[in-house]
Nanobody
Framework: QVQLAESGGGSVQAGGSLRLSCVAS?????????IGWFRQAPGKEREGVAA????????WYSDSMKGRFTVSQDNAKNTVYLQMNGLKPEDTAMYYC?????????????????WGHGTQVTVSS
């Protein structure tokens, strides 16, 4: 069992930056987890943003976010970050982190087992 808690969301103007945090607790001692970031805007399906394999720091990105978003980790703090730069109004969504016990990290929400409650990001033009 893994519990996840996101923070760091807020309201910013277009072009601004935010850093989201995802703190994991519970069965995290093995560090063999994929931690993914996903987002869901009103009326839209949940989509993958980025993911990281915590044991080897391998990363995956959605093509549309690559270059603007960066996923990283601090294993000592059991925390995964999502640095978001150059934010656009279309980035407005609820952002979730999720955990999957695997060594490859697909950006497919349905395969992730554990989810946080989300943090809202709102980007104004």
């Amino acid at each position: 069992q893994v519990q996840l808690a996101e923070s760091g969301g807020g309201s910013v103007q277009a072009g601004g930056s935010l850093r989201l945090s995802c703190v994991a607790s519970g069965d995290t001692y093995s560090n063999r987890w994929c931690i993914g970031w996903f987002r869901q805007a009103p009326g839209k399906e949940r989509e993958g943003v980025a993911a990281i394999y915590t044991r080897g720091a391998l990363t995956w990105y959605s093509d549309s976010m690559k270059g603007r978003f960066t996923v990283s980790q601090d294993n000592a703090k059991n925390t995964v970050y999502l640095q978001m730069n150059g934010l656009k109004p279309e980035d407005t969504a609820m952002y979730y982190c999720a955990a999957l016990y695997d060594i490859t990290c697909p950006l497919v929400p349905v395969v992730y087992n554990y989810w946080g409650h989300g943090t809202q990001v709102t980007v104004s033009s």
